[in-house]
């Protein structure tokens, strides 16, 4: 695909979408305590009872959540959308490749926050929503800790 625009030397993301999604990370990690600090990840691992995991498109993914999604970064490395169902509010990410969803969770690391992470696609709302959010879409629970 033709790039857009410039591009991070280190990521390769367009610098618009990187420093967009970097400050939406921040607007709706979930509320995590900034004390806990670290470079390193920490996972949680569980599957939905079904054992099915929603596939990398913001569409189906804000459909099993139970809301419409409105796309916020239409870009070659990443679409973002925002999904407001009944219950929760989310975010939701999804990645044409898994080396974009690194270096997107690599970059989120440094602000923190609990995330539900799937394949080519991350998920954020309010940590309360996580584990219900987890049983509708499959993935893990992880907890990216700021190191600033």
Not at 75 to 99: M, N, Q, V, W
Request: a positive charge; charged letters at 25%.
């Amino acid at each position: 695909m033709p790039r857009r625009g410039r591009s991070d030397r280190i990521t390769g993301l367009p610098l618009a979408a990187l420093v967009g999604s970097l400050a939406l990370v921040t607007g709706c990690s979930g509320g995590e305590d900034d004390t806990a600090k670290g470079a390193q990840p920490s996972r949680s691992s569980a599957a939905p009872a079904a054992g099915i995991l929603a596939p990398p498109r913001i569409e189906v993914i804000a459909g099993l959540a139970g809301c419409k999604a409105e796309i916020r970064i239409d870009a070659d490395e990443l679409r973002e959308g925002l999904c407001h169902s009944e219950k929760a509010d989310y975010r939701i990410t999804t990645f044409p490749a898994e080396k974009y969803k690194d270096a997107w969770l690599d970059a989120a690391s440094v602000y923190g926050g609990t995330y539900l992470v799937g394949p080519r696609w991350v998920v954020s709302t309010k940590a309360e929503h996580l584990d219900q959010a987890r049983n509708k879409l499959g993935g893990t629970i992880r907890r990216l800790r700021g190191t600033s």
